[in-house]
């Protein structure tokens, strides 16, 4: 006996022939029912018992597979063409203010030389700089001359070795990367906890 | 929350799910007390062997009991559950050895043992020729027309659970059954 007989209303249409393939399916269904067997629910109870907890939210639909991720997808497919819209807006109006100067007269020209000038002379050491100031600035601000940093770069190269174990300890004060990892650390053992248990 | 309260019964399902949900493992009990056999039917007319329908059922609720993070409460967990348990069903049927139709014939057989042999023989040809012919309908017919009559659901739940407009989904009952007519009308003609 099924929950929902069929009704002829269920197609929108009139046909006896389909009528009577749903009939047959009805009849197969009727014909095909059988009593589980009686320990059928303590299996699945055992099978239950076996499994570790659910997994939950974001976690939970990660597991689920691509058909759980739809509404996220599409959250994120949104954002991405925001985020690439944003891009191309920013990108070509720095197309725009680069082509406008040089289609203009004369004094146009003048702007575009001058900045170049200027990343010429200071990042040209600065490229080769960079990696040591990020250490020098530790022993920069007692000295205090980073106002010279350009001209004090070669010699810095040179102290790195030897302040290697001085920006350890500012690292600790200062920046907070170590002690951001130390927190980052400390969580992530309670979740393992957590999914271990 | 609800789990020290639906122990008293008269709890709907999307109460038991959300006691599942925050780990009480007794709530997903009693909806596997509900809907087990309503499960194994399902897997029964889609498997027409007895033992593949209980392994499948059992596999069903692993995976619900997996995935139940994910259920958004759109249709009743009966509907989830069918679905879920025809997919694996039809994961199973497709796993499945060649020969193992000659397994259900004496299974039907042990059924009943007083019948006909030569009618037995026939009625489980029959019955193996649609559950054929349902099977090898493409999506998403086959699963709009084993959700409306193996799994017995209403066509208003099975747009719920699909996610799929109702009159989609009357669509697609509407290809499937035309699909399936020459294999029936077939069989009724014999009869």
Known sequence: ?197 | MLPATWHDGGVDDHALVDAARGGDRDAFGRIVERESAAVYRTCLRILGRSHDAEDVTQESFVAAYRAIGTYRGEGSVRAWLLRIAQRQAYRRLDQRRPTAELDAVGEARLADPTGDPTSIVAVNEERGEIRRAVAALPEPYREVVSLRFFGELSLFEVAEVTGRPLGTVKTHLRRGLERLRPIVAGNEADR
């Open chain 1, 1 to 197: 006996m099924t929950h929902h007989p069929y009704g002829p209303d269920e197609l929108d249409r009139a046909d006896p022939e389909l009528d009577g393939v749903a009939h047959a399916l009805e009849r197969y269904a009727t014909d095909a029912e059988g009593p589980p067997p009686s320990d059928l629910n303590s299996r699945i109870q055992a099978a239950i018992g076996r499994e570790p907890d659910p997994a939950f939210g974001w976690w939970a639909a990660l597991l689920a597979g691509p058909r759980a991720w739809r509404p996220a997808g599409r959250l994120v497919a949104m954002a991405a063409v925001v985020a690439v819209a944003a891009v191309g807006a920013v990108a070509l109006a720095g197309i725009v203010q680069s082509v406008r100067p040089s289609v203009g007269t004369s004094s146009p020209p003048s702007p575009l030389i001058s900045p170049s000038e200027t990343p010429i002379a200071s990042p040209s050491p600065t490229p080769t700089v960079s990696p040591s100031p990020t250490v020098t600035p530790t022993l920069g601000p007692t000295v205090a001359p980073t106002p010279d940093a350009a001209t004090a770069v070669p010699t810095p190269s040179d102290d790195d070795d030897d302040e290697t174990p001085e920006p350890s300890e500012s690292d600790n004060s200062g920046p907070g990367g170590g002690g951001g990892d130390d927190d980052s650390s400390g969580p992530g053992g309670g979740g393992d906890d957590g999914s271990g248990g």
